[in-house]
């Protein structure tokens, strides 16, 4: 049994750099979840996919925040022109409708931009 | 606008003894709570949950109890073993909403 995987682990860019983080959520869980959690802080949603639908969007989503989940598998969470900021843990979760509410989070990425 | 609140940043307990987390919320709209565990280098685990239909939920070492009138909930975890040494969020849903609202969290420490 696989959880949640997220690639890379880590990623340090330059400000002002684009940056993709990659989440493959447990097989057959069709809802995932992309959350940031800052350093003293607890994890704050972000967006989350039905299958390939986009179904919601948080406010701290800016224009230079993009996600995708093609095919309703495995997903992708873009940054363009990355902030200070931005550093932050990027969470992936992933669930089962009708299977409980609970949320199984992956590892994260953890993003530093210089 | 922080809707679900954990007011102690850290918590240090002798092993064997009761832990016992709190988690404050104000949204009445809430009807679901989770607890999770963090490790360092780790994504939160989760632990146990509770429907707000209900006062208590028990899972082996772990309890989770609510008290809606006071919006507050609590993780009971006895005896305390040194690998329960973690950092616990608590987390909230309304009905009907998928997005977790998460605490700040409670760094608990487990002394031999």
């Known amino acids: 049994d696989t959880g949640v995987s997220q690639n890379p682990r880590h990623k340090i860019t330059k400000r002002g750099q684009n940056v993709t983080f990659r989440c493959d959520p447990i097989s057959e869980h069709n809802r995932l979840y992309w959350y940031r959690q800052t350093l003293g802080q607890g994890p704050e949603f972000l967006t989350y996919?039905?299958?390939?639908?986009?179904?919601?969007k948080s406010r701290l989503l800016s224009d230079r925040f993009s996600a995708e989940r093609p095919k309703g598998s495995f997903s992708t969470l873009e940054i363009q022109r990355t902030e200070q900021g931005d550093s932050a843990m990027y969470l992936c979760a992933s669930s089962f409708v009708g299977r409980g509410r609970e949320q199984y989070f992956g590892p994260g990425t953890r993003l530093t931009v210089t | 606008d922080q809707q679900v609140k954990q007011n102690s940043p850290s918590l240090s307990v002798q092993e064997g003894r009761i832990s016992i987390l709190n988690c404050d919320y104000t949204?009445?709209?809430?009807?679901?709570f989770l607890w999770y565990k963090k490790y360092p280098a780790e994504g939160p685990t989760f632990l146990i949950s509770?429907?707000?239909?209900?006062d208590k939920n028990e899972d082996g070492r772990f309890t989770v109890f609510l008290n809606k009138s006071a919006k507050h909930l609590s993780l009971h975890i006895v005896p305390s073993q040194p690998g329960d040494s973690a950092v616990y969020f608590c987390?909230?849903?309304?009905?009907?909403?998928?997005?977790?609202?998460f605490g700040q969290g409670t760094r608990l420490t487990i002394n031999p």
């Open positions: 509770i429907s707000s239909i209900k």
């Open positions: 949204n009445s709209m809430f009807d679901y």
């Open positions: 987390a909230a849903r309304t009905q009907g909403a998928q997005k977790l609202v």
């Open positions: 996919f039905q299958n390939e639908a986009q179904l919601e």
